[in-house]
């Protein structure tokens, strides 16, 4: 098994910055994209940012400039970099990451989730 453990989340007023991070751990053999989603009271989970194996990156048009995907492979851990933020940010944030195991079978595991709020 494999587990996604988060951290970073809180209240920030707009403007202000947040470092989410999300460990991995368990039975990993390697860890191919890793991703960082959220979702706001009454809507749909939506992408936030993906970072491959080899560290490209996308990114959601509204936090394009504004938060950074990251990732350090040898500790399994994402990191999302968000600065700038506003109001309309205020979600839970939910990593995954597409992981293989020691048999070649992959298969995408989630965090817990992590609540932003971003006051105005």
């Known amino acids: 098994q494999v587990q996604l453990v988060e951290s970073g989340g809180g209240l920030v007023q707009a403007g202000g910055s947040l470092r989410l991070s999300c460990a991995a751990s368990?039975?990993?053999?390697?860890?191919?994209?890793m991703g960082w989603y959220r979702q706001a009271p009454g809507k749909q989970r939506e992408l936030v940012a993906t970072i491959s194996s080899g560290g490209s990156t996308n990114y959601a048009d509204s936090v394009k400039g504004r938060f950074t995907i990251s990732r350090d492979n040898a500790k399994n851990t994402e990191y999302l970099q968000m600065n700038s933020l506003k109001p309309a940010d205020t979600a839970v944030y939910y990593c995954?990451?597409?992981?293989?195991?020691?048999?070649?079978?992959?298969?995408?595991?989630w965090g817990q989730g992590t609540q932003v709020t971003v006051s105005s």
């Open positions: 368990g039975s990993i053999f390697s860890i191919n994209a």
């Open positions: 995954n990451a597409l992981v293989e195991d020691s048999r070649g079978v992959q298969r995408i595991y």
